[in-house]
């Protein structure tokens, strides 16, 4: 039997990957939905818009074309808003402070790529301090498209110098789910907001609660060899 190719990167979603914080981000969406006279749920923007860039979720959210002036405006609305709502609450999802700290004693090279604009980033990485686990952080500004196309994942490995198939890729969300499979990498669903099954069929490889509790042939890709690993991306 052929052994599975080795991974050497893993690259991070942010928001309800590392820390448990998208119903802070629907309660702000659905808090400027109302203000705009709009009915949306927190189910759309948690299944629909997760992963997607805000530029790319306001135009469908209203209907129309945005200039840019307005778009900004109701960006950094919605953004300050969820800031306001999650900073209390910051924290990273169960398991993952020891699970980064034995990943980065392996020689596999860690990013994140997130939607994320840059003053959540520097909330989470910098309000937990640990930007600095990782090579890179890529952001959404970096890309034209966000998920679920796969261009910041794909982004992530060209700036890790590692090979797409080479990457495994740690989601909470369909969207992202599909972004790391059309990028041709492995990927991890964390079901933080999204059903296993959900995920699985999105295309997922393996499936968690939360990074104490990933399965044992993730953990031995990672961490020592494995004969019963899915073999390819």
């Known amino acids: 039997m052929t052994a599975p190719s080795p991974l050497l990167a893993a690259i991070f979603d942010m928001d309800g990957t590392l820390v448990d914080n998208m119903r802070f981000h629907s309660e702000a969406w659905v808090a400027l939905s109302q203000r705009l006279g709009l009915n949306a749920t927190a189910e759309r923007f948690e299944r629909e818009f997760a992963g997607k860039k805000n530029e ?4 469908i ?10 778009l900004a405006q109701l960006a950094e609305e919605k953004e300050t808003h969820y800031r306001a709502l999650y900073k209390p609450h910051l924290a990273l999802i169960r398991g993952a402070e020891a699970f980064l700290g034995r990943i980065r004693e392996t020689e596999i090279r860690l990013a994140v790529a997130t939607a994320a604009p840059s003053g959540n980033r520097t909330l989470v990485l910098d309000g937990l301090g640990i930007r600095s686990i990782f090579r890179r952080v890529v952001g959404a500004e970096e890309v034209t498209r966000g998920k679920p196309a796969p261009d910041i994942f794909l982004a992530a490995a060209r700036s890790l110098e590692v090979e797409p198939a080479m990457c495994v890729v740690f989601e909470d969300a369909v969207n992202g ?3 790391a499979r059309a990028a041709g990498m492995f990927a991890v ?6 059903p296993a099954e959900v995920l699985r ?5 393996w499936t968690a609660p939360d990074f104490a509790s990933l399965p044992p042939d993730l953990e031995a890709r990672l961490f020592g ?8 991306p």
């Open 189 to 194: 669903g964390i079901t933080s907001t999204t």
């Open 201 to 205: 069929e999105a295309g997922a490889h």
């Open 225 to 232: 060899a494995s004969p019963h690993a899915p073999g390819r």
């Open 56 to 59: 790319e979720i306001l135009p």
């Open 61 to 70: 959210l209203l209907g129309r074309p945005l200039a840019a002036e307005e």
């Open 177 to 179: 789910i599909l972004a």
